[in-house]
């Protein structure tokens, strides 16, 4: 299985960033996915979660009406539209897949991508 995450890059406050997350070796549709963010000497933290199907989401408060994720089963992709950045929104984001979307949010997916840098400047 490989997850690559990809996207990234520096924005100015306010700005946007759309990240993607390419999976590979697995049957996508079956896979909840979530994005995790880590800011450097910080522990890493979850910031959205669909299903399988993506009929259902999920979001960290700190993201809720910003960010938007969302999938395209028939690219095997995964999507994180980020709104409105904040400084506080820098952080190295990765993505992550498992079969139920509870592993996913508590951060013990089985599989994990590659971090993509998000910089934000005020």
């Known amino acids: 299985v490989q997850l690559q995450a990809y996207g990234g890059g520096l924005v100015q406050a306010g700005g946007s960033l759309r990240l993607s997350c390419a999976a590979s070796?697995?049957?996508?549709?079956?896979?909840?996915m979530g994005w995790f963010r880590q800011a450097p000497g910080k522990e890493r933290e979850f910031v959205a979660a669909?299903?399988?199907?993506?009929?259902?989401?999920y979001y960290a408060d700190s993201v809720k009406g910003r960010f938007t994720i969302s999938r395209d089963n028939a690219k095997n992709t995964v999507y994180l539209q980020m709104n409105n950045l904040k400084p506080e929104d820098t952080a190295v984001y990765s993505c992550?897949?498992?079969?139920?979307?509870?592993?996913?949010?508590?951060?013990?997916?089985?599989?994990w991508g590659q971090g993509t840098q998000v910089t934000v400047s005020s």
């Open positions: 992550a897949a498992a079969g139920v979307t509870s592993t996913v949010v508590a951060g013990k997916s089985n599989y």
């Open positions: 070796g697995l049957t996508f549709n079956r896979y909840e």
């Open positions: 669909i299903s399988g199907s993506g009929g259902s989401t």
